[in-house]
Nanobody, 119 residues
């Protein structure tokens, strides 16, 4: 089993910054991808930023140039630095991991952390 625990959400004014953290524990030695999704009220969950094998990063177009995803392998932690926040970034942010265990791939999700940007 894998546990993902997010932290760092909160309330910030437009133009401000926040950093989200996601600590992974358990069987994390075969991570195929790890990153962040978000879900705003009334909208579908969407990918925000993901790190794949080989440290390949993918960002949603809406956050490119403003958000940066990084990973500390020693701490099994992934971060999302969010700068120049906009009202439309308001959402619950979920940590996500795609992990191979016993030759099968599994998706894991954190409990979510609320990010609210005031205009």
């Amino acid at each position: 089993q894998v546990q993902l625990v997010e932290s760092g959400g909160g309330l910030v004014q437009a133009g401000g910054s926040l950093r989200l953290s996601c600590a992974a524990s358990g069987s994390t030695f075969s991570i195929n991808a790890i990153g962040w999704y978000r879900q705003a009220p009334g909208k579908q969950r969407e990918s925000v930023a993901v790190i794949k094998r080989g440290n390949v990063t993918n960002y949603a177009d809406s956050v490119k140039g403003r958000f940066t995803i990084s990973r500390d392998n020693a701490k099994n932690t992934v971060y999302l630095q969010m700068n120049s926040l906009k009202f439309e970034d308001t959402a619950v942010y979920y940590c996500y991991a795609d992990i191979t265990q016993t030759l099968r791939r599994y998706d894991y999700w954190g409990q979510g952390t609320q990010v609210t940007v005031s205009s």
